[in-house]
């Protein structure tokens, strides 16, 4: 990254970074890190004795956690502007969030919150409406096709320059032969009308519990095994 002396770098999460006091023999340059406007770490670099740069914080008990990382790799004067070389830059959020079991998010519950996982449930039913966009937790979205047959993906709203991004009114997914399973993922993509598939796209005819193609008493007597709660059929 090229940094320009006295422009600050944007780099998200209300982080910049920007150049300042580049010395005339190109070996040092102060960089100053800010979140939100306000100075948080500035510092000398001496590109000829160590070229990193770097800032740490304490974080939810954690002593010295590496905020922000970067290395000068070179610093260029220039008789209309001076320049910064930088490489290796590394950034986390300082800002931690800690979760509990039992915190809820949205229609998500925290169930699990340990140092290798994080389990989200829900308790209640999340209605699959068609043509609808489902509120998950926070910015999380199921967008639902407008389809008979549910079909439904996962997606993040996010705000870009400014710009309210419009989802799509279907899911623009090609389905040859109509069973709710793309083709791009249809194993069988020549499924029969008033046939029923599975997530890989192959079809059973509807009332076809044991698949061999035909309706008989046999499939019959499984569904009321199933209704009776003699077998699962899941």
Do not use: H
């Given at each position: 990254?090229?940094?320009?002396?006295?422009?600050?770098?944007?780099?998200?999460?209300?982080?910049?970074?920007?150049?300042?006091?580049?010395?005339?023999?190109?070996?040092?340059?102060?960089?100053?890190?800010?979140?939100?406007?306000?100075?948080?770490?500035?510092?000398?670099?001496?590109?000829?004795?160590?070229?990193?740069?770097?800032?740490?914080?304490?974080?939810?008990?954690?002593?010295?956690?590496?905020?922000?990382?970067?290395?000068?790799?070179?610093?260029?004067?220039?008789?209309?502007?001076?320049?910064?070389?930088?490489?290796?830059?590394?950034?986390?959020?300082?800002?931690?969030?800690?979760?509990?079991?039992?915190?809820?998010?949205?229609?998500?519950?925290v169930k699990t919150a340990?140092?290798?996982r994080i389990v989200l449930?829900?308790?209640?039913?999340?209605?699959?409406?068609?043509?609808?966009?489902?509120?998950?937790?926070?910015?999380?979205?199921?967008?639902?096709?407008?389809?008979?047959?549910?079909?439904?993906?996962?997606?993040?709203?996010?705000?870009?320059?400014?710009?309210?991004?419009?989802?799509?009114?279907?899911?623009?997914?090609?389905?040859?032969?109509?069973?709710?399973?793309?083709?791009?993922?249809?194993?069988?993509?020549?499924?029969?009308?008033?046939?029923?598939?599975?997530?890989?796209?192959?079809?059973?005819?509807?009332?076809?519990?044991?698949g061999d193609g035909k309706?008989?008493?046999?499939?019959?007597?499984?569904?009321?095994?199933?209704?009776?709660?003699?077998?699962?059929?899941?």
């Open positions: 990254r090229l940094l320009v002396e006295g422009a600050p770098w944007d780099l998200g999460g209300g982080f910049t970074l920007t150049a300042d006091q580049l010395s005339l023999d190109g070996r040092m340059v102060f960089l100053i890190l800010s979140k939100d406007g306000n100075e948080i770490y500035k510092s000398a670099v001496d590109s000829d004795i160590d070229s990193r740069y770097m800032y740490t914080e304490d974080l939810s008990g954690v002593e010295d956690v590496v905020v922000f990382f970067c290395c000068v790799d070179a610093v260029f004067m220039d008789t209309k502007s001076n320049f910064v070389q930088l490489k290796y830059v590394y950034l986390i959020d300082n800002d931690v969030e800690e979760i509990e079991p039992g915190t809820t998010y949205g229609n998500m519950e340990s140092a290798d449930t829900n308790d209640a039913d999340i209605d699959l409406s068609k043509n609808t966009d489902i509120k998950l937790m926070n910015d999380v979205y199921f967008k639902v096709a407008d389809s008979d047959t549910v079909r439904f993906y996962p997606f993040i709203e996010r705000t870009i320059d400014g710009t309210v991004p419009t989802p799509p009114e279907t899911i623009p997914a090609a389905d040859v032969d109509g069973d709710g399973v793309p083709d791009v993922w249809d194993v069988d993509n020549s499924t029969l009308p008033g046939y029923w598939t599975d997530s890989d796209g192959y079809g059973r005819r509807w009332g076809d519990m044991n309706l008989t008493s046999v499939d019959a007597l499984i569904i009321l095994q199933a209704a009776a709660e003699k077998i699962d059929i899941g």
